[in-house]
């Protein structure tokens, strides 16, 4: 999938952006990776912006969809 270049994504909101279509939460995602979850929130809200999102699961369906190829 070509999060990182369809939609500018940094390598952080590409993994998060994975994360979040893999049904992980933004306070899972947070423990994983080791960063507080606001700091994973404010990630996804550029994410949002980024992708023409409003929710994970819009994220979600959009990636899982391929509608990032």
Known sequence: MKLHDHFRLTPTESEISVRVAAGQSPREIARET???VETVRNQLKTVFS?????SQLQLAVKIL?????
Do not use: P
């Open 50 to 54: 980024k992708t023409e999102t409003h």
């Open 34 to 36: 080791r960063r507080s």
């Open 65 to 69: 969809r391929g509608e990032a190829d």
